[in-house]
């Protein structure tokens, strides 16, 4: 008789699933502080759904920049600045990635 094999249950996926969606989110906001964005606007983006370069793609060059202008909208009493150069880095990424 061979040993049964475990079956997987939903919530052993679902954890599993969820820790894959962290850990992308986590990197997307690791990337973004490379491009010289604070910890708070690398949070900003990826709490706004963008949280790898496939979501990056899917929005236009115009959404990309309405996205910038609400997080510095949202943001303004906590200091929260995207220096130009860092603006212009996330444009290329989203030129590129398309």
């Known amino acids: 008789m061979a040993p049964a094999v475990p079956i997987p249950q939903p919530v052993a996926i679902a954890a599993n699933l969820l820790g894959a969606v962290q850990l992308q989110r ?3 906001e690791e990337a973004l502080m490379r491009l010289g964005l604070s910890e708070l606007a690398a949070r900003e983006f990826t709490n706004n759904g963008i949280n790898g370069l496939e979501r990056l793609r899917m929005l236009t060059t115009d959404g990309l ?4 202008k609400q997080i510095h909208r949202d943001n303004q009493g906590m200091g929260l600045f ?3 150069f860092s603006q212009e880095s996330i444009h290329a990424i989203h030129f590129w990635s398309n």
């Open 26 to 28: 986590q990197q997307m």
């Open 65 to 68: 920049d309405r996205l910038i």
């Open 82 to 84: 995207i220096l130009f």
